[in-house]
């Protein structure tokens, strides 16, 4: 039998269970602007988004891209063809995402560590998890997945548990 959260744990679980919830979207929001943002660079286009500076409030710049730079170098490691140089000043956006998104998924990591640990998982399941921030669409998929599941786990232990007899104190001596 697999070793289940003890009751006295649900509000963590719970409290997990929203932080979990609320990583996970923003984290598959900046995984969504990530994906746009990495086809943009690295098509034909070759464009960034740039706030501020010479082009105003927001607007797109080339990069330029060395002459070896294909999409498909990407995938080839330890190459070093594709050198691209941006053409644009102000506050780099498409780089600001790129830093938030790494940052984030560092936080939801740790809401899927803590959310994995309390309903005491296997580890296969951690890596799904976590699998949710690098896999776009993934993790709105197992946050709707996931909450259901949690929640269900938890009425239906609170109902068992409910329904038990309270436990006679013991006399002492």
Known sequence: MPVQPKLASFPAIRGALKFY??????????????????????T???????????GGFLWFAGVIAGADCEWWSL??????????????????ISLAIL?????FYVVYL??????WS???WGFPRFILL???GVVPLLSFFMEIRVAREVKAYLATREETAAS????????TR
């Open 21 to 42: 919830q609320i990583a996970s979207v923003i984290t598959g929001v900046g995984l969504l602007l990530l994906l746009a943002e990495m086809i943009l660079k690295y």
């Open 44 to 54: 034909p286009l070759h464009l960034e988004l740039f706030a501020g500076g010479s």
């Open 75 to 92: 995938f080839l490691p330890a190459t070093n063809a594709c050198e691209m140089t941006s053409l644009g000043d102000g506050v780099n």
């Open 99 to 103: 830093i938030i998104h790494g940052w």
């Open 110 to 115: 740790f809401a899927c560590f803590r959310l």
């Open 118 to 120: 309390l309903m005491r």
């Open 130 to 132: 976590a699998l949710g």
């Open 164 to 171: 038990l007899p309270a436990p006679t104190p013991t006399e």
